[in-house]
């Protein structure tokens, strides 16, 4: 098993109960299984226009590698009415009902056309920083907090 970190992002429809299905759904994911979830936060988008976001991260298990981890979240974001990858191009930043993101998969780096990880902007995000220094704090400099302190985000539950 692998412990990976993914991160849940919401600002269209129901952005909350899109988040929350997304946890669950996440945890349906073959061989994988959530060992932690934060709470939710709301925040502003970055580098976006359109409604605040629901965001949350998620610590799993799994027994999937990378790529075929990825292509189950990218089902999930489907299935909420998200854009296929291949559609995406003119889309970036666009407001979605459904985002997620490896932010981390292992102690591993992986660099390819279709993944990075770790997330190459995780630590330039509130909505990702935060949520991931509820769950595992080890992994969130004062640092990393510190860059992100002027980005507006409310934890909600």
Request: glycine letters at 6%; hydrophobic letters at 45%.
């Amino acid at each position: 098993m692998v412990t990976a970190y993914i991160a849940l992002g919401s600002n269209l429809g129901d952005p909350e109960r899109n988040v929350q299905l997304a946890r669950l759904a996440v945890g349906g994911i073959p061989q994988t299984r959530v060992a932690m979830a934060s709470s939710l936060y709301e925040s502003k988008p970055v580098d976006a226009s359109g409604d605040d976001y629901i965001n949350a991260v998620v610590k799993i298990e799994t027994k999937l590698n990378a790529f075929d981890l990825l292509a189950e979240l990218q089902n999930l974001e489907g299935q909420a009415g998200r854009a296929l990858p291949q559609d995406r191009t003119h889309l970036h930043n666009a407001p979605r009902t459904l985002d997620l993101d490896i932010l981390l998969y292992g102690d591993g780096a992986i660099d390819s056309a279709k993944l990075t990880v770790p997330h190459p902007r995780m630590r330039s995000r509130a909505f990702v920083l935060l949520p991931l220094a509820e769950i595992a704090p080890q992994l969130v400099s004062a640092a990393d907090l510190q860059a992100v302190q002027d980005q507006i985000i409310y934890k909600l539950r």
